[in-house]
């Protein structure tokens, strides 16, 4: 090759490095609850940064609230419950789990718990027909396994009312009379736990399914098909966000992370049980969350759970 053609190849070379040196901007949907820690971690850490990604970040009330956005094509990506991504596929928005978010474990105590004023008289779910529990949404994974609680112990779940409050609110609701009960999640609970004000009078996750598949990250079929790339550079970076928060939690650096997500003190962090991040969902746990929501009257007809993930979440 002459002088000429490499000058001008090396011209056009300097010239590109500007624009590959360009982050690709993604926008995430999110909740602020211990379950998105790895999001957080990742963010804050770089491991993000270090694959070319620039994350923007959209706090929702829930999982449910987001899949609109994401059907619309205003986040790239979604943290969202199992139930409202499965009822989402089912509906034909085309969505496709990219990573696994959180999930109970097999014992006690767990990730969510229902709560009652202190000297409640509730204990069981037949306790709770004709009162009030608020829960994030509706039709989505908390109000699923509320209602499934009702009925495994004694009650009738369309004898209860469920009301939408969101979760830093639900404290503050069952404080103030505003409901009966909460399904709340951590770390929420922990810090109404410390307040003395409420008691947990069951735990519908671990009393109805151990090892529950509870969020994923989702992402259109359409956005996965068109950026395969971006897709597993987000979950190389979240994967290793999960194996950095497994290693380190309760550590002073993750303390100081969940803190500034969640609002919430680190001596109130310090006191969380959690299970460990994943990073596969477990299939088997999918197939009995869909039969709970057969159960439940949410689907009907066929439908083929394992489709619904993609190779990144799985393998």
């Known amino acids: 090759m002459s002088i000429k053609k490499l000058l001008a190849a090396a011209v056009t070379a300097l010239a590109l490095l500007p624009a590959m040196a360009q982050p690709v901007k993604l926008r995430v949907s999110t909740i602020p609850i211990i379950d998105t820690a790895p999001l957080q971690v990742g963010i804050a850490k770089g491991f993000f940064a270090a694959e070319g990604l620039e994350i923007d970040t959209t706090p929702t009330t829930g999982g449910a609230a987001g899949l609109p956005a994401l059907a619309a094509g205003q986040v790239q990506i979604t943290f969202s419950n199992i139930i409202s991504i499965v009822l989402g ?7 496709e789990v990219i990573a696994a978010g959180s999930g109970t474990g097999d ?9 009652a004023k202190k000297g ?9 027909e004709g ?4 829960v994030n949404t509706r039709n989505n994974i908390i109000w699923l396994y509320a209602r499934a609680w009702v009925q495994a112990t004694g009650g009738n ?5 469920y009301l939408e409050v969101p979760f830093p ?13 909460a399904f709340v999640v951590e770390p ?3 810090s109404g736990l410390q307040s003395d004000a409420v008691t947990v009078v069951g735990w519908p996750y671990n009393t109805v399914q151990k090892r529950i598949p509870v969020g994923q990250y989702a992402a259109t079929k359409d956005y996965i098909k068109q950026n395969p790339q971006v897709i597993e550079k987000w979950v190389r970076a979240y994967n290793k966000s999960v194996d950095w928060c497994n290693a380190n939690v309760g550590s002073e650096e993750w ?10 003190q680190p001596e109130l962090l310090k006191t969380l049980s959690l299970p460990p991040y994943e990073k596969t969902v477990d299939l088997a746990g999918v197939d009995q969350v869909v039969e709970q929501m057969r159960k439940h009257k949410m689907i009907e007809g066929p439908f083929d759970a394992k489709a619904l993930f993609h190779k990144t979440a799985v393998k």
């Open 89 to 95: 596929a089912k509906q034909g928005l085309g969505f």
């Open 107 to 115: 014992k006690l105590p767990d990730l969510a718990g229902l709560v």
């Open 120 to 128: 409640s008289t509730i204990k069981t779910g037949k306790d709770l």
């Open 131 to 134: 009162k009030r529990v608020a």
């Open 157 to 161: 779940p369309d004898a209860v009312t």
């Open 169 to 181: 609110q639900m404290i503050d609701a069952v404080k103030g009379d505003r409901v009966d009960a």
């Open 188 to 190: 929420f609970m922990s």
């Open 255 to 264: 303390l100081k992370i969940v803190s500034a997500y969640t609002r919430l």
